[in-house]
C-alpha cells in the first residue's frame, strides 16, 4: 500500500519492494499464508509471484483519490483500479510415456501448440553398463529406412528395428515409420542414439533428425511406450524387478508376473510328486523283475520254456540289477539315507519291490533334501566354494580330499595411470579387440569397435568400453564378453567374463584417439587354468573346472573351484544313487558293445556257423548221392551184362546136354 501523500515513484520503489518482500515482515508473512512463493527481486528485473499449486494469480488494484500510473497505466495517467490474472504456466505430464495430442479450438489461447508430440521433462540418460552399446555406418549403401532398419538388426546390440506403415497416402504423405524396441524390460531399457559425421565433419542433418534421440536432450523420436520396471507386493514388501520375473523375494522362489493383479502362492514341499516317483521307478523294476522272469521261466505241467531258459546273460542281469538295489549308497556325505529300506522300498519273498508307504512319507518329512541322494549322482563338499559339476559312468562313489596348487584367473587388461577428470575421445576411434582367442588365432575372436567422439569422465569411459566390446555380435554368439571397473587408483581395468588359458583381451589402436590415453603403458595379462588333485589323484584344470584324469577312481568328475584359498580344501564326497547306477548297469548291456549286443552277435555267429555246416552237410550229401548213384548206375549195368552172360552160358550148357 503506498502511503498517503506519497508521490508516485517517490515512496514505491524497486528497493522499497524488495524490503517489503524479504524476511519476516507482514507482507511476506501474508503472502505465505495465501502459499504464494516470491521469487526473483524487483531490482533484478525477475521478480515472480507463484501459487504453489501452479494455478493462476489474480492482482487487485483499489484506488481511492487522485492516482496516476500503477499497473498498466503510463505514468501521467489517471489509475481508476485495475484487476490482473497472472497466468501460470501450464505443462502437460504423460502418465505411461505416450505422446501427448493437443487439440480443441484455439489451444494456443493456453499457450499450447495443436498436435502429437511433446519432449520428457526433467530426463536424463545414464548408461548401463550391463546392457550393450553398438554403432553403425550409413552411407549412400544403406540411407534408406529400410537399409537403416537392417543395419541396426545385423548389429544385435539389444534393439530390434521395424517399419510400420499408417496407410497414409497422397502428396506429401509419409506413411512408413522407424520403430525401434528394447530386447529387454525394465527401466534401464531406454536408448540414447546419437549421430556423428566422419572425417570431422559433422553428422547428416537430415539423420540427425530422423534418429537422434536423447531423453535429456534433443527428443527427434517419439517414445510411444516408456521402459518400466515390474512392480509388486510380496507380503505387503514393495518389490521391483526388471523383467517379468521375480527372484529373491522369497528364498528358493521365482514369481512370474503374467499380469496386473493379486493372488496367494503356496510353498511347500511337493511331497505329492516325489511319493509318485518313487512308486513309479518301484513299478518299472517290477515290471522288468516280471519279464526277466518270463524269458527264463520253465513250467513243468505243460513243458513250454522261456525263449532265454537257462542263458546266463539273463541271470547275470537279474542278479546284477537285484544286487544293485540291494546294495548301500557310497559316498554320500551329511545324510542319514544310505538304503531303498531307509524309505521304505524293499524286495518281496518273490523278488518284488515293495513300498511301504508310511516310513516313505516319514522319511519325506524329516529328511525330504536327502532322497534326492538315493537315486542321483549327487557331489557334496565341505568347501562351499567347490561345487559338483558332472561325472562319467567311470567315476567311483566315495570321499575324496581336494587340494588346490594355484586358482583360475581372467583375462585382464590393466591400465598403469589414473584416468583424467575427462578423456577426450577423438572423431573416428577404432580399436582392434581381440578377446578370448585361441591357438591357432581365430578370426572371430577379433573385432574393430567404433567409439562415439566426446569427453568423458572415468566412470562414462568405463560403460563407454564395456558396452561397445559387449556389443559386438561376434563376441556375445560366443559367450564372450567383458567388465570394466575402476581401482581405488582410479585407474581402469578390463577383465574378461571367462577363466583360464583360454582367457585373454587385447586392444590396439586403428585409428583416432591412441589405447595409451585410456591405459597407459598398462599390459595385458591372460587368464590362467585352475590346478590340484582329486584324492590325491592327477587332475586336468580348465578354466575354473577341475576334472578327474583317467585311469583312477575319479575318472571324468568335474568341480567347479571359485574362492581365494590354495592348498587343501576340504573333502568331496560322490554318491552315484540307483537310479544313476542302474542306468550306468543298462548302458553296459545295452550299448553298442554291451553285454547283449555281445551275445546276440555270437548267437547270430553261431546261427551263421550252423547254417553254414549244414549247407556243407547238404553238399556231401549230394556228392554222396551222387557218387551213390553212379555205383548203382554201374552195379545195374554189371547185373545186366552178367545176366545177359548168365542167359548165354545156359543156353550154351543146355545145347551142351543136348547134343551128349
Known sequence: MQGANVAGGAGVTAASLDAALSGDTAISRALA????????????????????????????????????????????????????????????????????????????AAGLTAGVGGNYLSADFSADSTRTAGNIVIDSTNNTLQGIMDAINKGNFGVTASIVSDGSTGTGATPNHLVLTSSSTGANSTMKITLAGSGGDPADPDLVKLLGYDPGGDQNLSQKAAAADTLATVNGIAVTSSGTSITGAVTGVTFNALKIGSTSVTVAKDSSTLTNSVNSFVKAYNDLNTQLAALGSYDPDTKAAGPLLGDSTLRNLSSSVRATLSS????????????????????????????????????ITNNFNDIAGLFAAVGRSSDPDITFSSSSTKTQAGSYGINITQLATQGTLQGNVPLPAETTIDQDTTWTVTLDDTTPPTLANTATITLPAGTYNPSQLATLLQSSINGVSAFSNAGAAVTATLGDDGSLKLQSASYGAASNLKITTATGTDVSAVFGTGSAVDGLDVVGTIGGYSATGKGQVLTGSPGGPVDGLKLTVKGDTLGARGTFGFSQGYAYMLNTLAAGYLGSSGTIASRTKGLNASVTDIATQRASFADRLTDIEKRYRTQYSALDTTIASMNSTQQFLTQQLAQLAANS
Do not use: C, R, W, Y
Request: net charge negative; glycine share 16%.
Open 33 to 108: 499464508d495465501a502459499n504464494i512463493t516470491v521469487t526473483g527481486t524487483a531490482a533484478g528485473g525477475d521478480l515472480q509471484f507463484s501459487n504453489a499449486d501452479g494455478s493462476n494469480v489474480a492482482l487487485t488494484e483499489t484506488v481511492t483519490g487522485n492516482v496516476t500510473g500503477g499497473i498498466g497505466n503510463t505514468a501521467g495517467t489517471a489509475n481508476i483500479g485495475s484487476s490482473v490474472t497472472a497466468v501460470g504456466t501450464i505443462t502437460l505430464v504423460s502418465a505411461d510415456g505416450s505422446p501427448i495430442t493437443v487439440g480443441g479450438s484455439n489451444p494456443a
Open 328 to 363: 548301500a549308497i557310497a559316498g554320500l556325505q551329511s545324510t542319514s539315507l544310505t538304503s531303498l529300506s531307509q524309505i521304505g522300498v524293499s524286495f518281496q519273498k518273490d523278488g518284488s519291490l515293495a513300498v511301504d508307504n508310511a516310513k516313505l512319507q516319514k522319511a
